[in-house]
Nanobody
Framework: QVQLVESGGGLVQTGGSVRLSCVASGRAFDTFSSITMGWFRQAPGKEREFVVAISRGGGNSEYAESVKGRFTISRDNTKNTVYLQMDSLKPEDTAVYYC??????????????????WGQGTQVTVSP
């Protein structure tokens, strides 16, 4: 089992920046570098959608078109942490952001398959 805890959400103005963090832990937790990590989001009244995923080693990532060029994912395998740097934020980025992890899925699979482990979510609100 893997526990994921997100932090860093909040209220920001259009054009502003926010950095989210997600720390992984767990009793049966393997090494962090064996887990693919990603971020999803869910806006009010909408389905949860893929945002970005990063490979186990951190060398590869895949972004949703809507955030390309504005969001950057990274991970620090020495701290069991994945980050999401969100720049040039827009009101349509307002959502609850969820960290997700999976031992088996590759980063390119996060777009179409549901990862096994999820965090509780952190709210990001972008004011007009």
């Amino acid at each position: 089992q893997v526990q994921l805890v997100e932090s860093g959400g909040g209220l920001v103005q259009t054009g502003g920046s926010v950095r989210l963090s997600c720390v992984a832990s767990g009793r049966a937790f393997d090494t962090f570098s064996s887990i693919t990590m990603g971020w999803f989001r869910q806006a009010p009244g909408k389905e949860r959608e893929f945002v970005v995923a990063i490979s186990r080693g951190g060398g590869n990532s895949e972004y949703a078109e809507s955030v390309k060029g504005r969001f950057t994912i990274s991970r620090d395998n020495t701290k069991n942490t994945v980050y999401l740097q969100m720049d040039s934020l827009k009101p349509e980025d307002t959502a609850v952001y969820y960290c997700a992890a999976d031992y088996s899925l590759g980063y390119s699979n996060f777009k179409t398959k549901r990862p096994r482990f999820w965090g509780q979510g952190t709210q990001v609100t972008v004011s007009p």
